[in-house]
Nanobody
Framework: QVQLVESGGGLVQAGGSLRLSCAAS????????MGWYRQAPGNQRELVAT???????DYSDSVKGRFTISRDNTKNTVYLQMNALKPEDTAVYYC?????????WGQGTQVTVSS
C-alpha cells in the first residue's frame, strides 16, 4: 500500500523559511508527477507546485519566486523550500504522488506564518 509521509511544517515569522519533505513508500511502480497543495480554513485545496519525474516544474502565481519544488527519485521524496513566507501562506500543506492513473495523498502538515 502506498504511503506518503510529510514533515517539516511548523510556526515561523513572516519573512522566514521552511522546508517541507514528503517521502513515498510501498509502490511497486515508478512515481510520475509529485506535487504540493495547500488548504487554508474555509478555502478549497489549491495547487502550490508540481514536478514531473524528469524535473519539469509548475508553480501557482502566488508562490512563484519564493517557493522551490524539487525531488529525489532515488528516495521517492519531494521537497518544498519556502522562502519569504507570508501570513497568507498559512495552511495545511499536502503532498500528492501520481502512480499510473491513481493519486495518493499525504496526511498534511500545518504551516503557520505569524505577522
Amino acid at each position: 500500500q502506498v504511503q506518503l509521509v510529510e514533515s517539516g511544517g511548523g510556526l515561523v515569522q513572516a519573512g522566514g523559511s521552511l522546508r517541507l519533505s514528503c517521502a513515498a513508500s510501498g509502490s511497486r511502480f515508478r512515481i510520475s508527477t509529485m506535487g504540493w497543495y495547500r488548504q487554508a480554513p474555509g478555502n478549497q485545496r489549491e495547487l502550490v507546485a508540481t514536478i514531473t519525474r524528469g524535473g519539469s516544474t509548475d508553480y501557482s502565481d502566488s508562490v512563484k519566486g519564493r517557493f522551490t519544488i524539487s525531488r529525489d527519485n532515488t528516495k521517492n521524496t519531494v521537497y518544498l523550500q519556502m522562502n519569504a513566507l507570508k501570513p497568507e501562506d498559512t495552511a495545511v500543506y499536502y503532498c500528492k504522488s501520481v502512480i499510473w492513473t491513481n493519486d495518493y495523498w499525504g496526511q498534511g502538515t500545518q504551516v503557520t506564518v505569524s505577522s
